[in-house]
T-cell receptor, first 115, second 111 residues
């Protein structure tokens, strides 16, 4: 069965360190997204990609970067981790197509703690 | 700007006590409205997509309905395993693949 996986599931790091969260999907979806979820804010979009070599900023992109070198993977990098980036991070993917409504399928999440 | 408001923020029910969750939205042309279920420590799980006013979809004890301004998720005779956070999201017509999410309703069903 197709799926979307994230690793690691839990990560503790220190302020200032670079951290990369992995996201891998086997749906063969063109679109991939990174969200963070915090109490009181719901899901907030960090970055998204419509295909290989395409990346776009979401509403809370400062301090984060992504790259898309193949269809299956969209790693999220925190260049210099800050305590404000302690959160739960979700990756999602959807199938693109004109005229289609794109249901997003989510990964299980990564809980990141920045000390 | 697209907006999605879910109410109530939290809801406690007794097993078998039916109720409804509300999702009101403002969007310039609706392409689709989504309902997701999220269990603690897990990612959102897709439930339904509704496309036009008057449409209804059902899955077990859940029924989603849609009007031009809001959607309801009706839960009939809920069981404790229905306890979760329910998220609503809307996708606007116009080419973007980015849905706007509400903050969710946390449902607890007591046995």
């Amino acid at each position: 069965d197709a799926e979307i996986t994230q690793s690691p599931r839990h990560k503790i790091t220190e302020t200032g360190r670079q951290v990369t969260l992995a996201c891998h999907q086997t749906w063969n979806h063109n679109n991939m997204f990174w969200y963070r979820q915090d109490l009181g804010h719901g899901l907030r979009l960090i970055h998204y990609s419509y295909g290989v070599q395409d990346t776009n900023k979401g509403e809370v992109s400062d301090g984060y970067s992504v790259s898309r070198s193949n269809t299956e993977d969209l790693p999220l990098t925190l260049e210099s981790a800050a305590s404000s980036q302690t959160s739960v991070y979700f990756c999602a993917s959807s199938e693109s197509g004109r005229g289609y409504t794109d249901t997003q399928y989510f990964g299980p999440g990564t809980r990141l703690t920045v000390l | 700007e697209d907006q999605v408001t879910q109410s109530p923020e939290a809801l406690r029910l007794q097993e078998g006590e039916s109720s409804s969750l509300n999702c009101s939205y403002t969007v310039s042309g609706l392409r689709g409205l989504f309902w997701y279920r999220q269990d603690p420590g897990k990612g959102p799980e897709f439930l339904f997509t509704l496309y036009s006013a008057g449409e209804e979809k059902e899955k077990e004890r859940l029924k989603a309905t849609l009007t031009k301004k809001e959607s309801f998720l009706h839960i009939t005779a809920p069981k404790p395993e229905d306890s979760a956070t329910y998220l609503c999201a809307v996708q606007a017509a116009g080419g973007s693949y980015i849905p706007t999410f509400g903050r969710g309703t946390s449902l607890i069903v007591h046995p």
